[in-house]
Nanobody, 127 residues
Framework: QVQLVESGGGLVQTGGSLRLSCAAS????????MGWFRQAPGKEREFVAA?????????YYTDSVRGRFTVSRDNAKNTLFLQMNNLKPEDTAVYYC???????????????????WGQGTQVTVSS
C-alpha cells in the first residue's frame, strides 16, 4: 500500500529554518506530481507548494511562502522535500505531503486533487 511519511518538523524561532522530508513507498514516485499542504489550528487545510513529476523542473507556491520556501524531490530516494527559510509565526501548522491523483499531470492546488496523504509533521515558529 502507499505510504507517505513526513519528518523534520519542530520548534524554531522567527527567522529560522527547517527542512521537511516526505518518504514515499508503494507508488512509482517519479510519475506523480507532489504537494505540500498545511493546517493551522482552527483553520482549513491550505496549499503550500507543489512540484511537477519527473525531474521536478517546475514548482508552484502559495503567495505567502514564495521566496522563502523551496520544494524539491529526489526520485532515486523516493523523497519529497520542503526547505523553509525565514520562518514566521504564521507558518505554524501541521504540514502534510500528498501525491496527486493523476500520474504525469500538472500539479494542482486543491487538496481534493491529491489521493494519498502523510500523517503530518508539526512546525511551530515562536516569536
Amino acid at each position: 500500500q502507499v505510504q507517505l511519511v513526513e519528518s523534520g518538523g519542530g520548534l524554531v524561532q522567527t527567522g529560522g529554518s527547517l527542512r521537511l522530508s516526505c518518504a514515499a513507498s508503494g507508488l512509482t514516485f517519479s510519475r506523480y506530481p507532489m504537494g505540500w499542504f498545511r493546517q493551522a489550528p482552527g483553520k482549513e487545510r491550505e496549499f503550500v507548494a507543489a512540484i511537477t513529476w519527473g525531474r521536478g523542473q517546475t514548482a508552484y507556491y502559495t503567495d505567502s511562502v514564495r521566496g522563502r520556501f523551496t520544494v524539491s524531490r529526489d526520485n532515486a530516494k523516493n523523497t519529497l522535500f520542503l526547505q523553509m527559510n525565514n520562518l514566521k509565526p504564521e507558518d505554524t501548522a501541521v504540514y502534510y505531503c500528498a501525491s496527486d491523483r493523476l500520474q504525469m499531470g500538472v500539479p494542482r492546488r486543491t487538496s481534493a486533487s491529491y489521493q494519498y496523504w502523510g500523517q503530518g509533521t508539526q512546525v511551530t515558529v515562536s516569536s
